[in-house]
């Protein structure tokens, strides 16, 4: 098991990708700690069912990420339990699509707050035990389209660009504590959200993308556990695209 005995804290966790990296980091022997923003009942059901399923230890923190008390607190519960956080995956993240004309000032705050400055706050709360233990690995979700940009989406855009620039700024700062930070890209994955999509829509994604195909959660959860395990202990500041050769 490539995680036995590591505490993992996963924001966004209670589902979809967030979901899918703690089920495998379970499966790998890694104590999981569960965050669903504000939503704890979901998050404790989550919990739950990973420890009956994977027989490892579980915690379920309710935080909103776009406050660093909450941050803050969910980094000591999980500390309080588990003595240690050796891996955060910055998951936790929002929509509001709109034009640029059309966008509302509410719809750009909502989405920099949750989706950029959270990933902030949460590297700040961890970082301190990472680095008095001289060891971590931060492993942010960023997205394709923080790379290409996409037309409806230049809050989640700038929000996922800025992901990508605060993990090689962060891989600089920590990499003398052998604090590893890197990131994924993924393109459009099978999720709750693009189950809304109609099937046209669905088709007309696939048209962009040479595997013919939107990838599932577990192609990023596959993702997150090369970063968090020992086969990736000489990369950090990465940017691994996961989008079926979206964008090259």
């Given at each position: 098991?490539?995680?036995?005995?590591?505490?993992?804290?996963i924001?966004?966790?209670?589902?979809?990708?967030?979901?899918?990296?703690?089920?495998?980091?379970?499966?790998?022997?890694?104590?999981?700690?569960?965050?669903?923003?504000?939503?704890a009942?979901?998050?404790?059901?989550?919990?739950?069912?990973?420890?009956?399923?994977?027989?490892?230890?579980?915690?379920?923190?309710?935080?909103?990420?776009?406050?660093?008390?909450?941050?803050?607190?969910?980094?000591?519960?999980?500390?309080d339990?588990?003595?240690?956080?050796?891996?955060?995956?910055?998951?936790?993240?929002?929509?509001?699509?709109?034009?640029?004309?059309?966008?509302?000032?509410?719809?750009?705050?909502?989405?920099?707050?949750?989706?950029?400055?959270g990933?902030?706050?949460?590297?700040?709360?961890?970082?301190?035990?990472?680095?008095?233990?001289?060891?971590?690995?931060?492993?942010?979700?960023?997205?394709v389209?923080?790379?290409?940009?996409?037309?409806?989406?230049?809050?989640?855009?700038?929000s996922k660009?800025?992901?990508?620039?605060?993990?090689?700024?962060?891989?600089?700062?920590?990499?003398s504590?052998?604090?590893?930070?890197?990131a994924?890209?993924p393109?459009?994955?099978?999720?709750a959200?693009?189950?809304?999509?109609?099937?046209e829509?669905?088709?007309?994604?696939?048209v962009?993308?040479?595997?013919?195909?939107?990838?599932?959660?577990?192609?990023?959860?596959?993702?997150?556990?090369?970063?968090?395990?020992?086969?990736?202990?000489y990369?950090?500041?990465?940017?691994?695209?996961?989008?079926?050769?979206?964008?090259?």
């Amino acid at each position: 098991m490539r995680l036995q005995g590591k505490t993992a804290v996963i924001t966004g966790s209670a589902q979809g990708i967030g979901r899918a990296v703690a089920e495998l980091f379970a499966s790998e022997g890694a104590q999981v700690v569960v965050i669903s923003d504000i939503n704890a009942e979901q998050a404790q059901k989550t919990a739950d069912e990973i420890k009956s399923k994977y027989g490892v230890e579980t915690a379920a923190v309710a935080a909103n990420v776009a406050k660093l008390e909450d941050c803050e607190s969910l980094a000591k519960s999980a500390l309080d339990k588990f003595s240690k956080i050796d891996i955060l995956v910055n998951n936790a993240g929002i929509t509001k699509d709109n034009l640029v004309l059309r966008m509302s000032e509410a719809e750009w705050d909502a989405v920099i707050a949750v989706n950029l400055k959270g990933v902030f706050n949460c590297i700040k709360a961890v970082s301190k035990p990472m680095l008095k233990a001289r060891q971590g690995r931060i492993i942010n979700i960023a997205s394709v389209v923080g790379q290409m940009g996409n037309a409806g989406q230049v809050n989640y855009s700038a929000s996922k660009g800025g992901v990508i620039a605060m993990t090689k700024t962060c891989a600089r700062e920590f990499a003398s504590r052998n604090i590893l930070v890197n990131a994924i890209a993924p393109g459009f994955i099978r999720t709750a959200m693009t189950d809304k999509l109609t099937q046209e829509q669905k088709d007309a994604l696939a048209v962009n993308i040479p595997l013919a195909r939107l990838g599932e959660a577990e192609d990023i959860a596959k993702s997150a556990l090369f970063f968090a395990s020992d086969d990736s202990s000489y990369i950090t500041g990465h940017v691994m695209s996961v989008n079926g050769g979206m964008y090259m």
